[in-house]
């Protein structure tokens, strides 16, 4: 039987194009494991699907002071000899990593023991955990076209980011269900991301005055962010986490408002909802949300609010004008050729291991 380790870990984002896969790998033959941290969000999602998990110790390289500076190199140093013992004890024919930097330790430990590595880099430039992994993979996959300029050699290959194909088989009629809407309003749907943010959190509930006027708002608002003070408002419904049911969700919903993470705007362009994207401030981040939605707002799939600029008004502005404008969005993103990631990706891996 063929071996593959995922790896990838410190967000959602970093794990769920590896859950994506998959269901495909289980198919073409494949033992799977997967090597993340000890605790991260990575361990549940993992586990539930009943694959093999090794925890290894994780740090993080910032670039801004920090006192875990001093530490974690020591986390770093330990989760790469414990990397080093998982690989030459697994022995895998290939390894597939989505980044974060738990992931790095797993790559360079591949890569002393010539075992192919296959990178995914769901942003437009690479994020430092791939930027020192990239050396040493075999093939880099990449979402935006612009990425193959920012990589070496011959190793860019554009596949598109996987999507889980569970979030296509979702029921309207289950979703508007779970909120408890109406079918004669149209729905909105808010996506913070996994771990849910402050800005865009009050930006919709500042607005919710005047947009539940005309539409139903599901909010995402992330992990502890629920604001009880809204329980019972009419046309309103927040979730802290959803897993199984955001499948309904999305084929419930008219609008999506969301953060520009990569995973989660390819899972709306596969969708084809139209949609708002309020990318994470520069201030905050290295700029690649502000990348993702500028490539997207240029194609025309979105429609962009810089987080500097984001009230109630212009949130209410922006959904009117979407909503509005709905078909225009949608004929956009269903002229765009999106790739059946997930296969070109398997093919990839299947490819390497026979070479």
Known sequence: MKKIVLTGGGSAGHVTPNMAIIPKLSEMGYEIRYIG??????????????????????GKLRRYLSAKNFTDPFRII?????????IKKHRPDVVFSKGGFVSVPVVMAAHK?????????????????NKIAIPYATKVCHNFPETANNIKGSKAVLTGSPIRTELFKG?????LNLCGFTANKPVIMVVGGSLGSVVVNQAVRNALPVLLKNFQVVHLCGKDKLDRSYEGTVGYKQFDYIKDEMKDLFAMCDVI??????????????LKKPNILIP???KASRGDQILNAKSFKNQGFSYVIQEENLTA?????????????RSTYIHAIEDAKVSNSIEIITNLIDACVTI
């Open 257 to 270: 408002i969301s953060r520009a993470g990569a995973n989660a705007i390819f899972e709306i362009l596969a």
């Open 37 to 58: 941290s000890y605790d991260g969000i990575e361990r549940k999602l993992i586990e539930d699907l009943k694959i093999p998990y090794d925890g290894i110790s994780s």
């Open 171 to 175: 029921t309207k009629v289950t979703g």
């Open 113 to 129: 023991y010539k075992i192919p590595v296959i990178i995914h880099e769901s942003d437009m430039t690479p994020g430092l955990a």
């Open 78 to 86: 330990k989760g790469l000899a414990e990397a080093k013992r998982l």
């Open 313 to 325: 008004a212009t949130l209410v502005t922006a959904v009117n004008e979407v909503f509005g404008n």
């Open 280 to 282: 994470l401030s520069a």
